[in-house]
């Protein structure tokens, strides 16, 4: 056994007993449709600058969204209900007393000049208008004469909680503030250092709903006019931690457009039932479990060793989210799952890489088990790598500028890229290693998986397949496939989830109990499959759904009515969306820069052509699976995008594997044309993405067929997605980049006799001892 073999044996043992101790010892905080959580309904009120109308509670639900994800609560429910209320779903809140005086607080913040302390002894007068004087009192129980104020809370950029251990300062709260408002700080802190030192005039007071929270004196060293510049703002005090933090986000997420106050909080029950969270359990095991057995099956005791640093994998990722304080929801446990069977596509282009260094080494050296494998981890390096490193790159910028479910997605996203680097190179590396040090697995081929040639790449070997002859044709059938997606858009419409158009909230009572799945199903036979019920009571239920007709409320009555005895509605208002207009439009942008991120990654490592045809395969995956959704009138919702984001990854990533080796073969030729470079790499890929398509495919299918109604959309758009993708990596991608490259004035007419150098990438040779 190798010294670096000893190493990654190692640390492999060292993070999964540590994942394992994490695992044992930590509670998993789950979502609303698993466990439920606490419901808040706040009630907006006019004040004297604003009416609670419409418009200002949907700007008073986005600065409460801003609020929430500051908690650090994920994956909440907040919606408008009816005219001036707002709907507040928090999953695993361990105190919603606390969350809910956060959230209800109006923060109105305004910066004042000190004009003096106030001679007589009365009580403190009421405040006067904000263009008027003010007497308060501050921090320290006196009083304080206050200018109008012109600088509110509006204008600040940030505000985060700092802690100086160092000085004896404690914590505080630093601000940050925006162009404009930065210039009214700085002339601010000018006029007031025009006062002599000590002078109560020399102090600036910021006030923080009609109370002065800190009345900071302007530094002696700055001068008569000069002002402080943004970013030099510290609101101190004797701030606890979770002071300093709540009041920094109190300050980033800005005033509520109107005052608002709890009017009812009560605990809710999951929206999905036992039965439907015990059928997809047993949908993600078997799934799992066939992916595990077909890699067995294919690579023999290497693959078994596979699925063995797989299950390592879910260990240790349950354990990162766990950790991490990731909310689980159903559809987040699902792209988990299926993150499984991707993982395993690692270890499937090492294993196919090593099989065929095993065929051109055997009989030339006395190991050709160990060489083998270890130039086959060596060789899918950079394919690993770079594929890894642009799915990074999307769930970093999803996770900085999205929101809500984005940012959630984003955390996943990364630790499960993370992990199955480790996995793949790592643990299965050091199994593989120590198994391959065995005589009777190096004697017996047909026992190590290595050995054997497989199905798929002997086929491709006898027929060699002239791919790409008139590439330009598979440009066309892709164009019209996406043409016919765009007609159906067009056409029928996107049926948008209620977290996208809002609908109708209705709760009811019961004269006996009745079970969640039970209502579930009664409502599904009803018509209303797409409905969410939650119950807060055995005789309490409540029904969410798109359809705001008044004969939806009436079936809906009776097919309640039908199971749970006389159903009586209670309340029933009209909705706004839970992805409102803001989340989406920060969603969209930070899509927009995670694609223009990978395209320039694509670039720098690869070519411009390589990485627009990647960008261009992604585009055209996206668009078929949303046409596909549009024709069959399937539901767009919150579960759509998660699997929509999902599709955008696999494709990105399938994409480069391909031009990985189209890379490396180009580059063994220098100045060859990129077709048969293209043809080749596409061959030699074809047995990689089939065996890490069908590893997918198995759990997709369980969880399509046995995970039940909750599910089954979400495999279906997976399934289509994964399909398409696969496609488009070899029939849209590569004729994209013999397009491109056929195009470049420079390059001349690829396909055609004219001959150009391709990049060998960084950091790595021309030739590398791997075959056609």
């Not at 949907?58 to 707002?86: C, K, N, W, Y």
Request: glycine share 10%; with cysteine.
């Amino acid at each position: 056994m190798t010294r670096a073999t000893t190493v990654r044996a190692v640390l492999a043992a060292v993070v999964l007993l540590v994942s394992l101790f994490v695992t044992l010892t930590m509670s998993p905080r789950l979502g609303l449709d698993l466990q439920g959580g606490t419901r808040l309904v706040l009630q907006a009120k006019d004040s004297p600058t604003a009416k609670a109308d419409r418009e200002s509670t949907d700007r008073t639900v986005e600065v409460l969204r801003q609020r929430i994800d500051a908690l650090g609560v994920a994956e909440p429910t907040v919606t408008r209900s009816g005219e001036d209320r707002v709907l507040i779903e928090l999953p695993d809140v361990t105190d919603p007393r606390e969350a809910a005086e956060v959230l209800g607080r109006t923060a109105q913040l305004t910066f004042h000049p000190v004009i003096g302390v106030p001679d007589d002894a009365a009580p403190d007068p009421k405040p006067k208008p904000e263009s008027e004087e003010l007497v308060l009192p501050d921090e320290s129980g006196g009083r304080l004469r206050l200018g109008a104020s012109d600088l509110s809370g509006a204008g600040v950029k940030d505000a985060r909680a700092e802690f100086d251990g160092q000085r004896g300062a404690g914590w505080s709260v630093s601000l940050d503030f925006r162009d404009d408002a930065s210039r009214d700080w700085t002339r601010l802190t000018g006029e007031a250092a025009c006062h002599p030192p000590q002078d109560e005039r020399r102090r600036v007071a910021i006030v923080l709903d009609e109370k002065v929270i800190s009345s900071p004196q302007v530094s002696p060293s700055v001068t008569c006019g000069a002002g402080l510049p943004s970013g030099t703002t510290q609101i101190t005090g004797s701030f606890s931690a979770d002071e300093a933090k709540n009041l920094a986000l109190l300050i980033k997420g800005g005033a509520l457009p109107v005052p608002v106050e709890v009017v009812e909080q009560r605990t809710v029950g999951p929206t999905l039932g036992a039965e439907a969270i015990s059928a997809s359990a047993r949908a993600a095991v078997i799934g799992a479990g066939l992916t595990a057995l077909f890699i067995t099956f294919v690579y023999r005791l290497f693959g078994g060793l596979a699925a063995l640093a797989l299950a390592g994998y879910t260990l240790i990722s349950y354990a990162a989210l766990v950790a991490l304080g990731v909310t689980l929801t159903l559809p987040g446990l699902a792209g988990f799952v299926l993150a499984i069977g991707m993982a395993v596509d690692a270890n499937v282009l090492a294993f196919e890489r090593a099989r065929e260094e095993y065929a051109s080494r055997s009989g030339r050296t006395s190991r050709p088990l160990r060489s083998a494998l270890a130039a086959g981890f060596r060789n899918a390096r950079t394919a690993v790598v770079d594929s890894n490193v642009t799915t990074l790159l999307a769930a970093g910028l999803l996770f900085g500028l999205g929101s809500g479910p984005v940012k959630g997605f984003g955390v996943t996203l990364a630790i499960g890229v993370l992990v199955s680097m480790f996995s793949a190179l790592v643990i299965a590396r050091a199994l593989t290693e120590l198994a391959a040090g065995s005589r009777f697995v190096t004697d017996f081929p047909g026992v190590n998986g290595i050995g054997l040639r497989g199905r798929v790449r002997t086929y491709l070997t006898r027929r060699a397949p002239q791919l790409f002859r008139g590439y330009r044709r598979w440009l066309g059938v892709s164009t019209v496939v996406v043409a016919l997606a765009v007609l159906g858009v067009t056409l029928r419409g996107l049926n948008l989830g209620v977290e996208f158009t809002g609908g109708r909230l209705m709760e009811y009572t019961t004269s006996r109990p009745v079970g969640i799945d039970t209502a579930r199903t009664a409502l599904a036979d009803a018509g209303f499959a797409d409905a969410e019920v939650t119950t807060a009571g055995e005789r309490e239920l409540s029904v969410r759904t798109g359809d705001t007709g008044d004969r939806t409320e009436a079936a809906i009555r009776d097919a309640l009515s039908a199971e749970g005895g006389a159903a009586t509605k209670v309340r029933g208002d009209l909705i706004g969306p839970s992805l409102g207009d803001e989340l989406r439009r920060h969603a969209l942008i930070a899509l927009g820069i995670a694609v223009g991120a990978q395209l320039l990654y694509l670039a720098v490592r690869f070519r411009w052509s390589f990485a627009v045809a990647s960008v261009t395969a992604m585009v055209h995956d996206v668009v078929i699976l949303v046409g596909v959704f549009a024709w069959l009138g399937r539901p767009v919702d919150g579960i759509f995008l998660a699997a929509l984001l999902t599709v955008i990854g696999y494709s990105v990533n399938d994409s480069v594997v391909v031009f990985d080796r189209v890379r490396e073969l180009w580059a063994r030729r220098p100045g060859s044309p990129l077709l048969p470079a293209a043809r080749a790499a596409v061959l030699q890929t074809v047995p990689r993405t089939v065996n890490t398509g069908m590893g997918a495919l198995f759990i997709l299918t369980a969880l399509a067929v046995l995970g039940g109604d909750s599910l089954r959309d979400f495999a279906l758009a997976l399934l289509i997605g994964i399909c398409v993708g696969t496609y488009s990596s070899v029939f849209t991608a590569v004729p994209v980049a013999l397009e491109m490259e056929s195009r470049r004035k420079d390059g001349g007419r690829t396909g055609q006799g004219q001959r150009q150098r391709p990049k060998a990438g960084r950091g790595r040779p021309a030739d590398n001892g791997a075959r056609v």
